[in-house]
């Protein structure tokens, strides 16, 4: 049956395409008396394309829904899921993508996108442009826009520059036995990840029994308790509460240490101390290697306090 005007074509693209089929219809025209096209998709069969294409002259896209629009309707729906780390990542990413928030979703096309990413160094890019993706995504699941729009984040190039490296410095013995601040202390002789310090509720500290429980985490095996060592039990009254990431970096500066080499440096005593490996990995949240390592292996609180008193 023959389409009416103005609903759209299918037709077939040339090449080995392991989707062929392009459904496309024109929009509008532009001053040179040529059409402006929105693909609706790209499809295996010619039956998909047809299908695909009556689908979006039953409910067209919206034209005027913004990048910042989706983003809101997108991370009310997703955000909270996510690990703490990948919502810090993706708030820092989100300053790298405001400018892209007025404009309509419909409209952005490659050449806003890439000046962007020409100005973000190796990981921010790769952030921008996963939060970008999450945002694309949503808006063709929700027929905001065609599935094209979001095959373009492909084309953007990333930096190769990785920025400033952080090095990892571990703190000697001389600079643990001068730290008198509670919150780089308790980091020394935990091992802890700063968010997993920060995130902590007066729930979570069992002082008597002397273990922590740790329940956010950037990955599944750093859901932990983790013991209390004698040398800190005076510090965990003092815990600051509410602290932001660069309060935490302000404290290290003034041991001239960055919050990872806490995290460093526990490991590398508790190696240098002879401390099964395996005793170590479980106090960090760090994931064994092995099967039997991985899943045969669980430890009580007390030869956890054993190894880090040793400390």
């Given amino acids: 049956m023959k389409r009416p005007n103005g609903s759209g074509t299918v037709y077939k693209l040339k090449g080995n395409r392991r989707k062929p089929w392009a459904a ?4 509008g025209w532009r001053d ?39 983003y ?14 990948t919502q810090k990542s993706y708030t820092h990413a989100k300053r790298a993508l405001i400018g ?3 404009m309509r979703i419909a409209e952005i096309k490659l050449e806003h996108l890439q000046p962007i990413f020409d100005h973000l160094h190796a990981s921010q890019g790769k952030a921008a442009k996963s939060l970008a993706s999450n945002v ?3 808006a063709v699941q929700h027929d905001i826009i065609p599935a094209d729009r979001h095959h373009m984040l492909s084309f953007i190039k990333l930096s190769k520059d990785k920025g400033r490296e952080i090095k990892r410095e571990i703190f000697t013995q001389e600079e643990i036995e001068a730290v008198t601040d509670p919150f780089v202390k308790i980091l020394l002789y935990t091992g802890m990840r700063v968010g997993e310090l920060i995130a902590l509720k007066e729930e979570d500290i069992h002082l008597e029994e002397r273990w922590m429980q740790v329940t956010q985490s950037k990955t599944q095996a750093g859901i932990r308790k983790v013991p209390i060592a004698e040398k800190i039990v005076p510090c965990i009254s003092y815990l600051p509460v509410n602290q932001s990431y660069l309060a935490v970096l302000a404290r290290f500066q003034t041991y001239g240490h960055r919050p990872h080499d806490a995290r460093h440096t526990f490991i590398s005593r508790m190696a240098d101390l ?9 106090i960090v949240g760090h994931a064994g290697s092995g099967v039997t390592e991985t899943v045969y292996t669980h430890f009580g609180i007390q030869p956890l306090l054993d190894a880090v008193n040793r400390l």
């Fill in 136 to 138: 694309f995504q949503y």
């Fill in 32 to 70: 040179n008396g040529l059409p402006n096209h929105v693909f609706i998709g790209f499809y295996e069969t010619k039956k998909e394309a047809l299908e695909g294409l009556a689908r979006y002259n039953a409910n067209p896209y919206d034209k005027t829904t913004t990048f910042g629009d989706m």
């Fill in 274 to 282: 002879g401390i099964d490996e395996r005793i170590t990995k479980a």
């Fill in 24 to 27: 496309r219809k024109t929009v």
């Fill in 72 to 85: 809101e309707r997108w991370a009310n729906e997703n955000l909270a899921e996510l690990s703490p780390n």
């Fill in 100 to 102: 892209l928030f007025p």
